[in-house]
């Protein structure tokens, strides 16, 4: 059983004369697991979900309430595969076969990379994939969004500097291929494009451990 609270956006934006209630979550799963090899191991999993209380956003008057019920059931697949020394490729694979929201797309996949290149430099990679996101609003007149591929990466730097182990650059690049795509929004919410992901964008994170 899990909450979200309201934001303060949806608060400030709610009828002050009402009182949002957090939504909650009813999660069900059944899993299972096995260790094929020391290296390979693998998981299988089926969920369903029960929301309540969902934070709707109305045009008038352009207000937050607590409105409606969602659900969400289907399975999930996981795999990892170690090499040792750091070095590992995992993923999962998520389809839904009950969905009350169009965002929530009905295939998703993840595909992951850690190499450890030496005793300070690691190199980490990701390719995310979500598919069959259909618009589920009836008399929305858009085409359904398309699918996305999704690359990221990362090269982490540790104890590169004698007496500063603490230390811990991160260069990361996202969306590497300039991925143009938008994530599905609601047609009520005047979004008629929906809502576009930045292109290709750096990071430059400087970390220290105390």
């Known amino acids: 059983h899990a909450f979200r609270a309201p934001t303060f956006d949806e608060i400030l934006a709610s009828d002050p004369r009402s009182e949002l209630d957090p939504e909650t979550v009813d999660t069900y799963e059944v899993s299972l697991g096995a260790d094929f090899t020391s290296s390979f191991r ?84 990701d390719c995310i994939h979500l598919d069959s996101l259909n618009r589920n609003e009836p008399g929305d007149p858009r085409d359904d969004p398309s699918s996305l591929t999704l690359v990221n990466a990362t090269l982490i730097a540790k104890k590169v500097l004698k007496g500063y182990d603490g230390l811990e650059l991160r260069g990361s690049v996202y969306n590497l291929f300039d991925k143009d795509w938008s994530k599905p929004m609601a047609e009520e919410l005047h979004v008629p494009n929906d809502w576009p992901i930045p292109g290709i964008n750096y990071l430059l994170e400087v970390k220290y451990r105390f």
């Open 42 to 125: 693998g998981r299988a999993t089926f969920f369903h979900n029960e929301i309540e209380d969902i934070l709707l956003f109305n045009i008038t008057p352009p207000t937050y309430t607590n409105q409606g019920k969602g659900e969400y059931q289907g399975f999930e697949v996981e795999a990892k595969y170690d090499f040792g020394k750091g070095t590992y490729i995992s993923g999962y694979y998520t389809y839904l076969t009950k969905r009350s929201q169009a965002e929530s797309p009905k295939l998703s996949a993840n595909l992951m990379a850690n190499v450890r290149l030496s005793r300070y430099l690691n190199f980490n990679a």
